[in-house]
């Protein structure tokens, strides 16, 4: 069962919203609109899990950056195309 990632409470709920992201390199930051977002009704959290903000820096390092509009969707972010610099970006 998921569970609130700050105060453990089953008392949460998946839903959307809109994030502010500083980007890797800290040139700027974007809005990202729809991102997967939880929110708690014990702690009233609303944050987004390991895994979106995963998704979404792991994304903002394989992409231009450069090219990014200052508001995109979450689906948008992730469906911009890739550079060849996996392996460079890839610490683990
Ligand atoms: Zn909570």
Partial sequence: MKKCEWCESSKIQAGEETVFWELPDGSRAITITDAPSIHCFSCTMNY??????????????????????????????????RLLKRNYFDFS
Avoid: A, F, R, V
């Fill in 48 to 81: 987004q899990s390991q895994q979106t903000i995963k998704e979404i820096e792991d994304q903002l390092l394989l992409i231009n950056t450069g090219l990014l509009p200052e508001t995109i969707s979450y689906k948008s972010l992730l469906e911009q195309p």
